[in-house]
């Protein structure tokens, strides 16, 4: 009985030490940043609020407020898919949209969007 006992808390180590280097390699996942400007037929577009979401983790959403120049900067995205970003107006609407790759050997990438007529 001894033997067994020792032996089941030798499996349960195991088991702990398999999920503490997971979640490790986890935490350390390679990150990246999507910045970019946004547009209008007569410019930059200022205020604007840009989301970006990593497709590959739907979980993932990061958003900034555009400046005086149209320009945004979301850090912190997990790399390895696609990212979808958008832009909404004041209100909440939907003006513009686009898509691009964040991949391994592209951890900043640069997405102009143009504002949807």
Same mark, same amino acid.
């Given at each position: 009985?001894? /033997?067994?006992?020792? %032996?089941?808390?030798?499996?349960?180590? %195991? $088991?702990?030490?398999?999920?503490?280097?997971?979640?490790?390699?986890?935490?350390?996942?390679?990150?990246? =940043? #999507?910045?970019?400007?946004?547009? %209008?037929?007569?410019?930059?577009?200022? !205020?604007?609020?840009?989301?970006?979401?990593?497709?590959?983790?739907?979980?993932?959403?990061?958003?900034? &407020? =555009?400046?005086?120049?149209?320009?945004? $900067?979301?850090? %912190? /995205?997990?790399?390895?898919?696609?990212?979808?970003?958008?832009?909404?107006?004041?209100?909440?609407?939907?003006?513009? !949209?686009?898509?691009?790759?964040?991949?391994? =050997? !592209? =951890?900043? $990438?640069? #997405? !102009?969007?143009? &504002?949807?007529?």
């Amino acid at each position: 009985m001894r /033997i067994l006992k020792c %032996g089941i808390l030798y499996v349960f180590l %195991g $088991i702990s030490v398999m999920f503490s280097n997971a979640m490790v390699v986890q935490g350390q996942e390679e990150l990246g =940043t #999507v910045e970019g400007v946004v547009r %209008g037929s007569t410019g930059p577009y200022p !205020n604007a609020k840009v989301v970006v979401n990593c497709l590959l983790l739907a979980s993932y959403e990061g958003e900034d &407020i =555009t400046d005086a120049n149209g320009h945004f $900067i979301v850090s %912190g /995205i997990p790399v390895g898919g696609e990212v979808e970003v958008r832009v909404f107006d004041s209100e909440d609407k939907l003006i513009g !949209n686009a898509s691009a790759l964040l991949n391994q =050997t !592209n =951890t900043s $990438i640069t #997405v !102009n969007v143009d &504002i949807l007529n």
